[in-house]
């Protein structure tokens, strides 16, 4: 490995683990005895094995340890396989370990700009729906991600949105369920 | 002497115009529910079943297991063909399935799909069949703590053989039974982990979880990599593909029956539900199969595995829904529902008295299984044309009728935005090289790991040695360690093997 530990989505996202399973341990310890049994049989040893694949970040030999590859037991030329299955085997041995050594994922991999503009969209829709309800903010979210993002046409753009809801309402009809209206047109919110 | 007098009596429902018809109409049903994300065939079962009252109880039965039989074929279409799973027990077929369909080899995928969903329905029905008679005694002989072994020994099989690193995959796991354990526990009586939040009480709703995991996920890979849903259509060569991936089944005996008794298995034992049965499988099929290293990556065997597994489990749980009237399961509490609405009573008695609706409920789920499937390869054609549309189009569409069906289920607006969190929770572990799988596989073992430690520990007082008093827990103990340790000792072989290769 040459990338440094923080510079990879795997640091941070077990940092991100850690905290949770240190929340619910933290958590379980004023809980009856009952309720913390199976939280703290879980938590405890996740926290160890969490630190581990930490220190596995610093030093790679302890995260290969750990690492369980079931190529050897296909290895092309074992007694259980023909020459064809060999060959085959082979071929695809070679396409793995070319996937596995570049497997890693760098944080500099990522496309921020474009996963933070569609996770934004995501969430946008979502408090669409809370102010406008499913049938306005489902039309709208469909019609501007394809006409702007997609590069269709209006008219095109339009028919997904209206087709994709109206299937949706429909549907809705028939489970007898009445689909969140959003708070401007009188929906309630929950108790969160 | 067996008295076959029912078995005919069910037959001749079924050649009745008006029951074929139904059958048909329920299994188009099905198929319609079961590939919309996130809405499924079970919602099919609820919508439809109050349109059954005042029917005959047999033809009703024909009508309600034709869109219970035809749903799970349903959903596996879209887990296959574009990554999204229709039902959450469909979210298996996407790890081999939707590889295939990316490698242009989308037909003979659905052709293993078709074979393997009819073979092991096939399967589970004689299972149920010869063992419904003498059942009942074998469920009770596990309690609690043999119970709760299984739930662990599915959780450990499926981190190992997630393949990759092991520490990922079991901590994956572990988070998973976490999540599973937040809200209001019924069984202890207690709400933890709330966050002082009233919408926690409910915990972790399973649909946002699954939405999340895999449709909201996919929908920020599609926008982000901009990635074609398929390599587009070299494989598409009418039924050539399918026959091909059909009869290609049939040189996979071992994974297609062990697939399947483990799903029939899965289906009598209450509580094992048939997502975890057809994780369970697809990790044992790992564990057997000589090309372990392509799971994940588009191995047929990996889908026989699942779907077989799916299939024989709806068919294991009519045994304790028809044996002891107690539902194995999301399926057989819906088969019991539709019983109890037309007056019938679940159980021994039912067995006894009502042989003719004990057959027609078996052949009916069965031919259901056989006919939806077959009807739904008219559908995979055209279903198919969806790999053509451009990402953009189909990742609105998928956001939109994910989250409107996580919505559907209980109309808690709240629970789109779980989906949302869960979606980004997915992304994120998917490039931090953390298996979904084991994550879902925790989630669903937690709350019945925790029913039955709970059980197990107030049977024997508090008494840990409870979990090792009887035979059946010991061997399921043991069979569990022994898959960690031999899994574990032959990766120190095989590193040695590798590091002894680098020094000559």
């Not at chain 2, 009703?60 to 799973?85: E, H, R, T, Y």
């Not at chain 2, 989250?403 to 572990?429: P, T």
Request: charge should be neutral; include cysteine.
């Amino acid at each position: 490995m040459t990338s440094r530990p923080w510079q990879r989505v795997s640091f941070w996202v077990i940092l991100a683990l850690l905290a949770f399973a240190l929340i619910i341990a933290l958590s379980s310890l004023g809980l009856k005895r009952d309720a913390k049994a199976l939280p703290q049989l879980v938590s405890f040893p996740l926290l160890a094995v969490l630190v581990l694949l930490l220190v596995g970040e610093f030093v790679p030999r302890v995260q290969r340890f750990f690492t369980i590859s079931w190529l050897p037991a296909a290895t092309p030329g074992s007694d259980n396989l023909d020459e064809a299955e060999g060959k085959e085997l082979e071929r695809e041995l070679e396409e793995v370990e070319r996937e596995e050594t570049a497997g890693e994922v760098l944080l500099s991999d990522i496309p921020w700009r474009l996963v933070s503009l569609v996770f934004l969209g995501i969430v946008l829709y979502g408090v669409m729906v809370l102010a406008a309800g499913f049938v306005v903010a489902g039309l709208v979210f469909t019609l501007v991600f394809v006409k702007w993002y997609g590069g269709a046409t209006w008219q095109g753009s339009l028919l997904l949105g209206v087709g994709t809801v109206g299937v949706m309402v429909a549907l809705a009809r028939l489970l007898a369920v009445d689909l969140y209206p959003g708070m401007l047109f009188g929906g309630k919110l929950p108790p969160f | 002497m067996f008295d076959l007098s029912p078995v005919w009596a069910a037959l001749g429902q079924l050649a009745r115009p008006e029951v074929f018809g139904l059958m048909l109409l329920g299994n188009v049903i099905g198929l319609v529910f079961g590939v919309l994300p996130g809405v499924g065939g079970g919602n099919a079962f609820i919508l439809f079943l109050p349109l059954t009252f005042g029917w005959e109880p047999e033809v009703a039965i024909w009508f309600l297991m034709g869109m219970q039989g035809a749903s799970s074929f349903g959903g596996s279409l879209p887990a296959i063909l574009i990554k999204v799973p229709g039902d959450t027990v469909n979210a298996v077929a996407i790890f081999d399935g939707y590889p295939m369909t990316r490698r242009g080899e989308a037909t003979r995928a659905l052709g293993i799909d078709v074979m393997s969903n009819i073979l092991g329905a096939t399967i589970g029905a004689i299972v149920v069949i010869a063992l419904l008679p003498v059942m009942r005694g074998a469920v009770l002989l596990f309690g609690p703590a043999e119970l709760f072994w299984v739930a662990i020994m599915g959780l450990f099989t499926i981190a190992l053989a997630s393949g990759g690193n092991f520490l990922k995959g079991l901590s994956g796991g572990a988070v998973g039974i976490l999540f599973s354990l937040i809200g209001y526990s019924s069984v202890i009586g207690v709400q933890r982990f709330t966050l002082g939040r009233d919408y926690l009480w409910d915990g972790v709703q399973l649909i946002s979880l699954f939405i999340g995991l895999f449709a909201i996920a996919q929908v920020i890979e599609f926008c982000t990599a901009e990635v074609p849903i398929s390599r587009l259509t070299t494989g598409f060569k009418g039924f050539e593909g399918l026959r091909r991936g059909a009869v290609e089944v049939f040189s996979m005996p071992g994974h297609l029956l062990r697939s399947s008794a483990i799903g029939t298995l899965a289906g009598i034992i209450p509580g094992i539900g048939a997502t975890a049965s057809a994780f369970i499988s697809y990790s044992m099929a790992i564990q057997f199969s000589k090309k372990k290293h392509l799971f994940h990556k588009g191995n047929p065997e990996g889908l026989v595995a699942a779907n077989a597994s799916i299939n024989a489990k709806e068919m294991g749980s009519l045994i304790p829904a028809l044996g002891f009237g107690i539902p194995g399961s999301i399926e057989g509490a819906l088969i019991l529902a539709a019983l109890l609405f037309h007056g019938l009573q679940p159980g021994p008695f039912l067995l006894r008295d009502q042989p003719g609706i004990v057959w027609a409920l078996i052949l009916s789920l069965w031919i259901s299984n056989v006919f939806g499937t077959l009807l739904g390869l008219f559908w995979a054609n055209w279903l198919s044309r969806l790999m053509a549309v451009r990402v953009v189009y189909m990742a609105p569409i998928i956001l939109v009728s994910s989250l409107m069906g996580v919505y559907l289920v209980r109309s808690n607006i709240w629970d789109i935005f779980m989906a949302i969190f869960f979606g980004v929770v997915g992304y994120a572990l998917n490039k931090a090289g953390f298996p979904v799988v084991t994550f879902v596989i925790g989630f669903l073992l937690g709350q019945l790991a925790e029913r039955y430690f709970f059980q197990a520990t107030q049977i024997g007082l508090g008494d840990p040695a409870i979990f090792f008093d009887s035979p059946i827990s010991l061997t399921i103990a043991g069979i569990t360690a022994l898959m960690v340790v031999g899994v574990v000792v032959s990766g120190v072989r095989s590193k040695r093997a590798a590091a002894a290769e680098v020094q000559v």
